[in-house]
Every structure is written in C-alpha cells, then in structure tokens.
C-alpha cells in the first residue's frame, strides 16, 4: 500500500468518524427536541385540565345555585299551601242557600 493509498483510507476514517459524530450530534439535537416537545405537551395538557376543572366547578355552582332556588320556590309553593284559604264573605250565603235547597229537597217543598 503506498502513501496515496493510506492518505485516502485516512480520509475516508476521517470521513466515517465526522459522520458518525454529526449522527451523535443528531440523535442529541432529536432527543433535546423531543424532550422540549414532550414538555410542551404536559404544559398544554395541564392547562387544559385546569381549564376543565374551572369549568366542572362553574357547572357546579351554576347548579347548586338552580338547585337551591328550586327548593326555595318549592318550600315557598309549600308553605302557601298551608295557609288557610282568605274568608270568603259570600260564603255564608252561599251556605244558607245550599242548605234551603237541601231542606226543600228532603221535605218535598220548593225553596
């Protein structure tokens, strides 16, 4: 082998080994990316979470709130319920006739 002939072998080392540690380099350069994107990742998938929690909350408080003042309408329904009805001033009038027509019909007469 002559001198031509190991010059160009020592190149083409040379050349193996460069491309060898570019390929390092690169794989280096993908893992640091890969992580940045990974990072990026939970940092979204957190914020959405959080998002999401506010929102569950929201909904929460919005139907806790509906839900109290549905019971309150219907404890207020309830309560007017119990109240006695307001007197009637025809009532008694309204009584004396019934009871005239009921004594007409059980003894024959006419009101």
Do not use: K, Y
């Amino acid at each position: 082998m002559d001198t031509t002939d190991t010059s160009r072998v020592d190149q083409a080392i040379v050349r193996v080994l460069q491309a060898e540690q570019s390929a390092r380099e690169a794989v280096a350069q993908c893992a640091l990316d890969a992580e940045v994107l990974r990072q990026n990742a939970r940092a979204r998938a957190r914020a959405i979470a959080e998002r999401a929690a506010e929102r569950v909350a929201r909904a929460h408080q919005w139907t806790d709130a509906a839900l109290r003042s549905e019971v309150e309408r219907l404890n207020r329904q309830r309560a007017a319920l119990h109240q006695p009805a307001p007197p009637d001033p025809d009532e008694p009038a309204r009584v004396a006739r019934a009871l005239d027509r009921l004594c007409a019909e059980l003894t024959g007469g006419s009101e």
